[in-house]
């Protein structure tokens, strides 16, 4: 199996068609431009026809496989999509995925499109079975670092010139929504016929429509970015996002990190992510995290958890969300009045 991430696509697309592509991601932009150059190069290919299907406990399967025989010697070449439900696939859907797997032949493209690729589908026989000769495209939004790579591969792509400065301010704006950050590039494109993108052009006429969530924030708070994780919550909060899954969600990771923090031995500690199953990027921003914090750090977050909660259960409002920046700050290694602890 071949391992590509979005942007190498097209360069192993102009190598050779394989008869079997996975795009797997949470990015909805980057799984439909994926599923469209891999169509695209078919097409020039001569499979003429397509047939897209979505999956789930009500798939007349006979469909599916009618569509995988193998037909007369005039039959035109087609590519068939298959949208996976996400979460955990059932032993009977997985079952007839591996009998697909058997009806594959050289006039058929197959496709298969999820959101979450686990440990658990990789190890499954259906996706064995399919992963010889395959692609595996991943298709996740990038994560802040690796997303300038992207709007100026993007705008190199498009025949933009843009800055640094531009391209920061493009970032900002629009993180987490590649589609609306896709748009926007085309706006610009249309109102800049040079094709030039300063930085005094992109604030005049970009918008902010960055897209967050409570693993952003978690993950900027965990890594001391106060700035960033104070900007992100003021946007969940924009957004109207519960605070107590915000609540729950760094709760759990306070919680780890005590544990974590009362154990005496580096082995202990390697023992521990091992049962947890922590991957090796997790463990490393862990590992810093407990470097930069200490124990009455963790105690004093853990109480103003305590306070968040009583204060959700009681129906407060607003000062929820004070609190809430407040324990980012705490978490970010920042000082605040303690009183805000009195419970």
């Not at 360069?11 to 008869?19: G, I, N, R, V």
């Not at 469209?36 to 798939?59: G, P, V, W």
């Not at 967050?212 to 890594?223: E, G, M, N, S």
Request: aromatic share 6%.
């Amino acid at each position: 199996m071949i391992r590509l991430n979005a942007g190498q696509l097209g360069a192993q697309l102009q190598k050779s068609l394989h008869p079997c592509y996975f795009l797997f991601g949470n990015d909805p932009l980057m799984l439909q431009e994926s599923e469209d150059s891999i169509l695209y190069q078919a097409q020039k290919e001569h499979f003429n026809e397509h047939f897209s299907i979505t999956l789930d406990a009500r798939s007349d399967w006979n469909t599916v496989f009618g569509l995988c025989q193998t037909g007369h010697l005039y039959a035109t070449r087609q590519t068939l999509l298959l949208v996976l439900p996400d979460g955990v696939i059932q032993a009977v859907m997985g079952e007839k995925l591996l009998q697909l797997a058997a009806l594959l032949h050289k006039d058929l493209l197959l496709i298969l499109r999820g959101i979450s690729l686990t440990r658990v589908l990789e190890k499954s026989p259906w996706f064995k079975a399919l992963s010889s000769g395959s692609v595996l495209v991943s298709c996740d939004t990038p994560e802040q670092e690796q997303l300038d790579l992207w709007v100026k591969r993007r705008a190199k792509n498009m025949k933009l010139t843009l800055d640094d400065a531009a391209c920061q301010v493009l970032c900002y704006c629009y993180e987490g929504n590649l589609l609306a950050l896709s748009q926007a590039l085309e706006l610009l494109s249309l109102i800049y016929p040079d094709r030039s993108l300063t930085l005094q052009r992109v604030k005049d006429a970009v918008n902010n429509a960055a897209h967050f969530t409570p693993i952003h924030w978690v993950d900027a708070v965990l890594a001391g970015k106060s700035r960033r994780a104070a900007r992100i919550l003021r946007q969940l909060r924009l957004e109207a996002v519960d605070p107590l899954i915000l609540l729950r969600s760094i709760q759990r990771e306070v919680l780890q990190l005590l544990k974590l923090k009362r154990q005496i031995t580096a082995a202990q500690m390697r023992s521990l992510f091992d049962r947890d199953k922590v991957s090796q990027n997790r463990q490393l921003l862990l590992t810093q995290v407990l470097a930069r914090i200490a124990l009455p750090q963790l105690r004093e977050a853990l109480a103003l958890i305590i306070k968040i909660e009583l204060a959700l259960k009681q129906n407060y409002g607003d000062p929820v969300w004070s609190d809430l920046n407040a324990l980012t700050l705490l978490l970010c290694g920042k000082m605040f009045p303690l009183v805000m602890l009195d419970v």
